[in-house]
Structure formats: structure tokens, C-alpha cells
């Protein structure tokens, strides 16, 4: 099974609607990244929480990380068409080999409907 | 957030030939990775990119396969060997270590690679 679990695995929404994707893992996290890719391309840098209950906000996306729970959650607010593409979790694991690696998510992909 | 290209951005090739790939960053940084993400896959990282020594390899790859330089801050090579069609992927450069960003990892915009 996946060290990160993400959920849903696709999304489609009507524009205008919110939304939720979930990061879920099975180790301790210490450091969690959301990134959105477009198909085919690299990855766009969305945010990096570190300490547990933290949040961050970006324009209409907000990320929480309950590190108890070793759970992020990436929500979008009013969602619009450009907000379309694959988001991925990234994270530090605890029982990790290398400095530097993150491990990812199976990544979920979001559509919406103008 | 510091500026990362790669060059090519995509190539098709030949079974058997090899394709190297660059990745320079527009600032000194501290780490350098390279990652692999395999159609319809999640990325997982090949190696960490050394300045100065040989590549730290993960489990599954190896340096007669992958070789990898980093012969300064700023600058890194992925070559991907003896191609077959198995290693048809986007391969990504990520960074860590940028100046007042310095726990943050950025990716490049990635090499798609066809072996036919």
C-alpha cells in the first residue's frame, strides 16, 4: 500500500463549488508539501506546512496539516477553471533513507466545469 | 522561489541510445534531486545529485544506468542509459536549499522522454 494516500483520486466539480483533497500517511510526517502539476509538465510549487496545526492560505487554496492525525488537507474555495490539474502530496517520512526525499502521493485530478 | 529550466523539454529516442538531461537553477542552492514519474504514476526520486562526488543513488537505481554530475551550485546532468521503452517517463529536477526559502523543495518544469 502507499506510504501517502491521497483522496479522492478524481474530482470533478461545477465552478464556483469547493472542494476538499485529503493527504493521508501511514509514518510520522515532518514536513508536508502540496504541489499542482498540469499533465505532462513539472510541478508548481503550492505550499510546504511543517508544524503540526498549521495552515497556510494562497490566494482561494488553504492547507491545514494535522500532524497528529499525520493528515493534510488542501481545501479550494469558489473553485475556478484554472484550477483544473493533478495535485500531489509530498512529505518526509519518518524512517526515511535520504535526506531531501519525499515521498508522494498517487496524486488526484480535478476538473471543473465552467 | 528560485528559477529552474531543463533541457531538452521533451525527446523521443531510440532503443539503446542514451539521453542526458540538464537542469540549472538561476541561484545557488544547497540540494539537488532528480525524480522520475512514470505514465499514470506518482514521482520517485532516482538520486540525490552531489556537488563535487558521486550521486547517492535510492534503491532500484543504479550509476551504470543513471549516471548523474553535479559539477557546481547551480548545475546538474541526468543521463539515462542503454534507453528501452521501460524508461519512456517526465524526468524532474528539484532543488533545496534556496536563499530565505531554505526548507522549501522546487521542482523544474520536467523532460518527457519516448523510447520507441
Known amino acids: 500500500s502507499q506510504e501517502l494516500e491521497q483522496s479522492p483520486q478524481s474530482l470533478i466539480v461545477q465552478e464556483g463549488k469547493n472542494l476538499t483533497i485529503n493527504c493521508t500517511s501511514s509514518?510520522?510526517?515532518?514536513?508536508l508539501y502540496w504541489y499542482k502539476q498540469k499533465y505532462g509538465e513539472g510541478l508548481i510549487f503550492l505550499m510546504m506546512?511543517?508544524?503540526?496545526?498549521e495552515e497556510k492560505s494562497h490566494e482561494k487554496i488553504t492547507a491545514k496539516l494535522d500532524e497528529k492525525k499525520q493528515q493534510s488537507s488542501l481545501h479550494i474555495t469558489a473553485s475556478q477553471p484554472s484550477h483544473a490539474g493533478i495535485y500531489l502530496c509530498g512529505a518526509y517520512l519518518a524512517g526515511g533513507t535520504s535526506y531531501g526525499k519525499l515521498t508522494f502521493g498517487q496524486g488526484t485530478i480535478l476538473t471543473v466545469h465552467p | 522561489s528560485a528559477v529552474i529550466s531543463q533541457k531538452p523539454s521533451r525527446d523521443i529516442c531510440q532503443r539503446g541510445t542514451s539521453l542526458t538531461i540538464q537542469c540549472q537553477v538561476d541561484?545557488?542552492?544547497?540540494?539537488m534531486f532528480w525524480y522520475r514519474q512514470q505514465p499514470g504514476q506518482s514521482l520517485t526520486l532516482i538520486a540525490t545529485?552531489?556537488?563535487?562526488?558521486?550521486?547517492?543513488?535510492e534503491s532500484g537505481f543504479v550509476i551504470d544506468k543513471f549516471p548523474i554530475s553535479r559539477p557546481n551550485l547551480t548545475f546538474s546532468t541526468l543521463t539515462v542509459s542503454n534507453l528501452s521503452p521501460e524508461d519512456s517517463s517526465i524526468y524532474l529536477c528539484?532543488?533545496?536549499?534556496?536563499?530565505?526559502?531554505?526548507?522549501?523543495?522546487?521542482f523544474g518544469p520536467g523532460t518527457r522522454l519516448t523510447v520507441l
Open positions: 545529485a552531489n556537488q563535487g562526488s558521486e550521486a547517492t543513488y
Open positions: 528539484s532543488v533545496e536549499g534556496v536563499k530565505e526559502r531554505l526548507n522549501e523543495q522546487f
Open positions: 506546512l511543517q508544524k503540526g496545526g
Open positions: 541561484s545557488q542552492v544547497t540540494m
Open positions: 509514518k510520522t510526517l515532518y514536513g
